[in-house]
DNA sequence: CTTGTATAACTACCATACTAGTATAACTAA
DNA sequence: TTAGTTATACTAGTATGGTAGTTATACAAG
């Protein structure tokens, strides 16, 4: 359990929280490789907490397949499943496309405020080469369509559904992506939200989603032991 | 607890999960009615396992959000929420609009032949009045569209999405629905993605799954305590 | 060197004990 | 009677101990 660190900054939330966001920010970010073996014990040690908070982590990140846990045997961070990355893309571009539309009609000066921040922020992060904070922006641009459209439980629902895709993005990210079209494409959803343009926006947003598509195969030649 | 009842058939699988599906099956059958109090010394002590596994099966009903759990204080069934019914339903057109026309391209005679047979049970079951069967081949309908597609695990994320409208359909089936347009509607789809008819697969799935907008706010007048 | 077997170590699962926090009931004072 | 306070019972969260089952290792036989 050599990646396993432990987060000084725990401020609020259970334990069993703590020990879930943990875990998932390691395995997210790569810092826990998949396939690497890994127990409740090590764990429990290595942060310091109970057992029983750790199993109920464990549960929930086998839920969202990050974890496969075998009875009386051990428990493993999943392999990048591609067929599953492309579920969680299938579902985000038909979400996304409704979404987008509905956006267009109900947000007001309030909501388009910001995502035109969001987009601007954006921007100055590709001057400065911010690529990790890109990462969160990107996430936060969507979010911000999901919420003004009173839908926060299905964004955190595709959320757990893109698992396995954040960490295939994360590849992306340290294979130096090119962030100028992701974000030149934010900015062109944003203004057609802005001008109401329904058709255009979800057009905008579909070609934006399937973006993704492109690299994973190179991806997994370049790291074959990531996947499945 | 006066609805908790011990199910005797527990063949196979963790105690964890068979506490799970027990309580998941009551409150959806709305044995376990929105609003009741429920505790974990109390389920331990009914189905007679510990409170390890009924805490598990708690934190996962707790995502589902079928049951609330507030520390130290207690947990209630969650009472049913009509914004998280439509956005259950809005994800569930939204893919199954997109998985019906992926069906049309790439179902083969056996799949072809898995859907018929399960519109003509549908029809036999109209004749004798077998309303839960019905509820049950309902779901398998639909399951079996995306399993042929490749995407069993949307399914699941689409189920769990849409327990509190599950709750909703088993109110309509106490109050008797008409079964025959639900049917019906059923045999339009599979006629149109045995003709690969995209579009018109595509139109009756979005009418199908408008249906459920019906009735909402009658239920909501009928059983008031059961909703938020 | 390979294969079959026994054994030891390790795993997650489940049961139980303990703790800290909350809500309600009982009680006191006005 | 009512408002405020204390005490008690009850809750979920956490810690820990024991168990059944799996895997890997060591060793013996071919």
Redo the contacts between chains.
């Keep these: 359990m050599k990646g396993i660190t432990i987060i000084n900054t725990r401020i609020n939330g ?1 334990t069993r929280d703590f020990v879930y966001y943990t875990l998932r920010n390691q395995i997210i970010n790569l810092k826990l490789e998949p396939g690497t073996k890994i127990s409740e014990k090590e764990v429990s040690e290595k942060l310091k907490v109970s057992r ?1 908070p750790v ?2 982590a464990f ?2 990140l086998s ?1 969202e ?1 990050l974890l496969g846990v075998y ?1 009386q045997s051990g428990t493993i961070v999943t392999l990048i499943d591609l ?2 990355v492309e ?1 969680g893309r ?2 985000r571009e ?2 996304e ?2 979404v987008v539309r509905e956006a267009c009609q109900v947000f007001d000066k309030n909501l388009l405020f910001q995502l035109e921040t969001n987009v601007r922020f954006q921007e100055l992060c590709i001057e400065k080469d911010s690529h990790h904070k890109l990462f969160e922006l990107d996430d936060e641009f969507h979010r911000i369509l999901f919420e003004g459209c ?2 926060i ?2 964004w955190n ?1 595709i959320r ?2 893109n698992s396995h895709f954040d960490r295939l993005r994360m590849l992306r990210l340290v294979a130096n992506q090119d962030w100028n079209i992701v974000v030149s494409q934010h900015k062109e959803i944003y203004n057609y939200v802005a001008k109401k343009s329904l058709d255009h926006a979800e057009q905008a947003m579909t070609s934006h989603l399937k973006l993704v598509n492109l690299e994973k195969e190179e991806l997994k030649k370049r790291y074959p032991g990531f996947f499945e």
Tied chains: 1, 2.
Excluded: D, V
């Design positions: 259970s029983t199993r109920e549960l929930k839920q397949e009875p067929s599953l579920e299938f579902i038909n979400i496309k409704a009173g839908k439980r299905t629902m757990q559904m």
